[in-house]
């Protein structure tokens, strides 16, 4: 009796490491470049903040002052794993992202360079943190290219950013992918 237990203890495990294995196989897929198939790693880091801005170029009520409780969600990708058997340290590229995002965006307002808002709003309040787009209303699409930019020039060569999304509420976002 008591073996017939092991043994359906035994089926029970294979049955969960085949189903890890199955979700293992999702965070990797099948690469095809130049023709040649090889499995690429990425890792996800989301960080939130809080920002104000308005959209000048919008007909809509997102012209007006208005704030969001963003989420950046950042895809790095590797076609092999580091020494450490990882595509990067998540400590690494979140301490980064996060500080540059608490320096620039968070708690500050985004603004078009062509918005003449902006004087007024420094001259009413010199301690406001402005962050300006150049020339670019500051939507969703345009932060996560912006921060792609950022963020690639501190990954190592053999890392690609597979994509940068913004997400202004929980149902909403953009992404840009390279």
Known sequence: MKSTHVDIASRRQFAKSKQSLKRFQ?????????GVERYVYFITIEIQFEYGHRLTKHQGKCCHIHGHNGVVVVEIEASSLNKNDVVIDFG???KFLQEWIDIHWDHAFLMNTDDPLGEILQRFDSTLRIFYFQQADPTAEKMAEYLYHVLKQQLPDDLHIRAITVHETERSGA????
């Open 92 to 94: 690494d590229v979140k």
């Open 26 to 34: 999702t965070f990797s897929r099948i690469n095809r470049c130049e």
């Open 175 to 178: 992404t840009y992918t390279p």
